[in-house]
């Protein structure tokens, strides 16, 4: 198991974050991060989070301060200059209607090499950025390979586009990391949902502090 991911993602990673994420996060969205030393720099990492908004996935990545890979559609891949730049950047391919199989293995591959892996417990977008129903796929992959979670609150993304609007809005951005949470003990129903709780209550938490 790798300690690291690639040196080349790591790299696309810092050019990214510093031309176009971090400066839209700062002075677009007047972002602020708590928590940051909360996050391991090395090992693998699964960083679980509330869905608001198609702006989170960066808005961690950048929070967090180290690459995080995702789930992509498995179409994105067929495009070979696209397929390259994505695989670099973290993401990995789902098959349409296999996609907690096939993203659960993906996901364990790229925790094997060092990747920090993100996942929206939601399992998608909601409008007001709470997590009415977690899915148990991150205590899954985290009680198979043993890698710790971390919950993370974005809080304000579910206002970013008005209703109707294609342009995002200004607002305020607030990003709260907490406590490392252990993988569950075994891959048992019961202990994947506790844990998957555990992990919902400290996002709750975390996005009840606001601004």
Not at 8 to 34: D, E, I, M, N, Q
Not at 98 to 119: E, F, Y
Request: glycine share 8%.
């Amino acid at each position: 198991m790798r300690d690291r991911e690639p040196s080349v993602s790591l790299l696309l990673y810092h050019l990214f974050k510093w031309s176009v994420v971090a400066p839209t996060l700062g002075l677009y969205f007047r972002g602020r991060v708590y928590g940051i030393d909360q996050v391991p720099q090395h090992g693998p990492l699964v960083i679980v989070a509330n869905h608001a908004s198609d702006f989170d996935p960066p808005l961690v990545s950048c929070s967090v301060r180290r690459p995080v890979s995702y789930m992509a559609k498995e179409e994105l891949f067929r495009v070979p200059m696209l397929s390259s730049a994505i695989r670099l950047y973290g993401a990995y391919p789902v098959k349409r209607g296999s996609a907690d199989r096939s993203a659960i293995r993906a996901a364990i591959t790229q925790l094997n090499q060092g990747w920090a892996v993100g996942i929206f417990l939601s399992g998608t977008r909601t409008d007001d950025g709470r997590i009415p129903e977690a899915k148990l796929g991150a205590a899954l992959i985290a009680a198979k390979t043993g890698a710790p979670l971390l919950p993370l609150s974005l809080w304000g993304t579910d206002q970013i586009f008005a209703k109707g609007s294609l342009i995002p809005r200004p607002v305020p951005i607030t990003i709260r990391i907490g406590a490392v949470i252990p993988a569950p003990a075994s891959t048992q129903r019961d202990d994947l949902a506790g844990v998957t709780q555990q992990c919902v209550e400290a996002i709750h938490q975390l996005h009840d502090l606001g601004r």
